[in-house]
């Protein structure tokens, strides 16, 4: 018996649906059902980013100008940076020196807290920067004539004493892509959350009232999406060693 030769099933936004609102265990047909399936969808995607590290939404950023992508490099006497769009959590930041050349180097930033930021009596004070304070201003101002959006904003201590020599990287956990377009797209998750991402639609469109009532069969679909969610959570980590050495400590 032959086998197949394809390994690319996936499953688009019309099947995520169909499958999810078949094991809730009703038809989701009418346009009012999909709308409100596809807005359960992207709710469970933005719960899905408040469980930690989703290995598949990192990336390294090197930071540009928002005007100006051009522009890569700090300025002088310039201490706050605007994070990319669409940041969940910033995992690692990095000073770089020498970007793109054999003499690239990079220097690790310490990240303090609000209250220590404060602390800092000479925050104008210039040199190569150590530390950074993640001030999270993910507030989105609307305009109806030009939408605006304010993100996050890396503050430098101490701020950059030259222009063009330092480059901002960091690592980024980003924001999964909204179920939003034609049925007949994918959503941005990888293949083996398949199963867990049907089930927790199905649970989200069980748990709705159902003639005043929760659907019956609701609490057994969610300890299955239970099952299937740390399956792959627990497949979608680092496989590294950890290494812990005792110190020893003398007393003089």
């Known amino acids: ?17 169909e499958d ?8 989701a047909t009418a346009g ?4 409100v399936a596809r807005r359960s969808l992207n709710l469970l995607q933005l719960e899905w980013s408040n469980l930690g590290i989703n290995l598949w939404q ?27 769009d669409n940041t969940i959590s ?12 054999s003499d690239q180097v990079d220097y690790s930033l310490t990240r303090i807290s609000q209250p220590t930021y404060s602390f800092i009596t000479s925050k104008r004070q210039e040199g190569r920067p150590l530390q950074y ?16 959006t304010r993100s996050s904003v890396f503050k430098l201590w101490p701020i950059p ?3 063009s020599k330092y480059s901002l990287v960091y690592w980024r956990m980003q924001r999964m892509a909204d179920a939003d377009g034609s049925l007949d797209t994918n959503i941005e998750v990888p293949d ?34 239970g099952r299937l969610l740390d399956m792959a959570l627990d497949e979608d980590r680092v496989k590294t060693s950890l290494i812990l050495s005792p110190r020893a400590h003398r007393s003089v």
């Open 161 to 163: 004493d030259e222009s």
């Open 1 to 17: 018996m032959a086998i197949s030769s394809t390994r690319t099933f996936n499953l688009d936004i019309g099947d995520l649906i």
């Open 133 to 148: 304070m993640l001030d999270r201003r993910e507030i989105k101002d609307y305009n109806a004539d030009a939408p605006t």
């Open 20 to 27: 999810a609102s078949s094991i809730a265990g009703f038809d």
């Open 58 to 84: 990192i990336e390294e950023v090197l930071w540009s100008d928002i005007a100006d992508d051009d522009i890569t490099t700090l300025t002088k006497g310039t201490g706050d940076y605007d994070v990319a």
């Open 192 to 225: 083996r959350f398949l199963p867990a991402l049907v089930h927790g639609l199905a649970f989200n469109m069980a748990k709705r009232s159902d003639n005043g009532n929760i659907r019956s069969g609701a609490p057994i679909i969610f300890n299955e999406y």
């Open 90 to 101: 910033i995992l690692d930041v990095s000073l770089r020196t020498g970007h793109g050349t």
């Open 32 to 35: 009012y059902d999909i709308r």
